[in-house]
Nanobody, 126 residues
Framework: QPRFVESGGDLVQPGGSLSLSCTPS????????VAWFRQAPGKEYEGVSC????????VYVDSVKGRFTMSKDNAKNTVLLHMNNLQPEDTAGYYC???????????????????WGQGTQVTVSA
C-alpha cells in the first residue's frame, strides 16, 4: 500500500530545533503536492505546511510561519520540515500526506489527504 515513511521526531527543549523527513513508499511523489499535518493529544489533525509538486512554492499555517521551513526534493525523493524555536504547543505527532496534483489547493483539509505515513512524535518540553 503506498504511504509515506516519516522520521526525525524527538524530545527537544523549548526554543530548540528539529528536522523531520519523509519519503514515499511504493509510489512516486513527483506529481503531487505534499503536506505535513500534526495531531496533538485530544485534538484534530492540523495542516502545518504544504509544498507544491515541483517543490518551488510552500505555504504554512500562521502559527508556524517564520519558524518552520518545508522543502520537497523530487530528485532525492525526500520531503523535509525544518523546525526552529519550537514551543510546547508544537508537541504532536507529525505526518506526511499527498494533497493533490500540482499546487497546494485545499492542502489543510485532512479529508483531502492520502498516502498518510505512520507519523513521528515531536515533544517540546523542559
Amino acid at each position: 500500500q503506498p504511504r509515506f515513511v516519516e522520521s526525525g521526531g524527538d524530545l527537544v527543549q523549548p526554543g530548540g530545533s528539529l528536522s523531520l523527513s519523509c519519503t514515499p513508499s511504493r509510489f512516486t511523489m513527483v506529481n503531487f503536492a505534499v503536506a505535513w499535518f500534526r495531531q496533538a493529544p485530544g485534538k484534530e489533525y492540523e495542516g502545518v505546511s504544504c509544498t507544491d509538486s515541483s517543490g518551488g512554492a510552500s505555504v504554512y499555517v500562521d502559527s508556524v510561519k517564520g519558524r518552520f521551513t518545508m522543502s520537497k526534493d523530487n530528485a532525492k525523493n525526500t520531503v523535509l520540515l525544518h523546525m526552529n524555536n519550537l514551543q510546547p504547543e508544537d508537541t504532536a505527532g507529525y505526518y506526511c500526506a499527498v494533497v493533490g496534483w500540482g499546487p497546494c489547493d485545499n492542502w489543510h483539509l485532512p479529508s483531502y489527504a492520502d498516502h498518510w505515513g505512520q507519523g513521528t512524535q515531536v515533544t517540546v518540553s523542559a
